[in-house]
């Protein structure tokens, strides 16, 4: 499951690491929800790489009417190229999600303390890119909504001691492996679905007003306001 990211990284860092163009202006997202706008890489038609905006939440291609149907936020690994909502995504709109991290909760329902997941310091890997399919609705009336999930796999060791599930992370040599969807084809990706190294990332406790997808800010981030996940990591 991944239900919260963020993405703080200056433009210019996210444009350079995924060398696309495309979207200019997106402002540090510390806490970026399900349904709000997030920011994908994707090829365009002439295989060059994109920036752009979308809703976090997929919508299939097939839906009457967004409003009666409960968006997709996230796609099992193991299950996508069978499910309808995300079998044809997997085939032919593949994206990468710029993140500078995510996050996840343990304790119980009324003392939830949310914990940041992202690359160790000093790693190779500044962002992360997490595996997304992309799809692109339209509706009778000409109204039009592009919409993506992220897929998940089951989590490594390191993410293990917090939840069972975690983001598909796509390594930088494998960009263009992963955007490729010419073939028409699951299978040149299916290897690439797979849990990161456990060496990769880093975990901390950050404040409980991470909680509320109404909060916003840099301080999200900073020392928890108890010390629940300090007896945790």
Not at 86 to 97: D, E
Not at 121 to 148: C, F, K, R
Not at 150 to 166: E, F, K, P, Q, W
Request: a neutral charge; hydrophobic letters at 35%; proline letters at 10%.
């Amino acid at each position: 499951m991944c239900s919260r990211y963020s993405l703080t990284s200056p433009p210019q860092a996210v444009r350079a690491y995924f060398r696309a163009g495309g979207e200019t202006a997106f402002p540090a997202r510390y806490n970026i929800a399900p349904t709000q706008p997030a920011l994908i890489v994707r090829a365009n038609h002439n295989g060059e790489r994109d920036l752009v905006l979308v809703r976090w939440g997929l919508i299939p291609s097939w839906v009457k009417d967004p409003r009666d149907y409960t968006t997709l936020i996230n796609a099992r690994s193991e299950t996508a190229a069978e499910k309808p909502s995300f079998r044809g995504p997997l085939r032919h709109r593949r994206c990468l999600v710029p993140a500078d991290g995510f996050y996840e909760w343990t304790g119980p329902a009324r003392a939830k303390q949310p914990h940041l997941i992202s690359a160790k310091p000093g790693s190779n890997t500044p962002l992360l890119a997490l595996a997304g399919l992309w799809e692109h609705w339209l509706g009778a009336d000409g109204s039009e909504i592009e919409t993506m999930a992220i897929l998940t796999v089951g989590a490594n060791r390191t993410v293990s001691a917090v939840h069972d599930r975690m983001p598909v992370i796509i390594e930088p040599d494998d960009f263009d492996t992963w955007l490729d969807c010419t073939p028409g084809s699951a299978e040149p990706v299916m290897h690439l679905l797979r849990p990161a190294p456990d060496t990769l990332l880093d975990i901390r406790p950050v404040s409980t007003r991470l909680n509320s997808v109404r909060n916003e800010g840099p301080d999200l981030q900073g020392e928890p306001t108890s010390d629940l996940g300090a007896k945790l990591i």
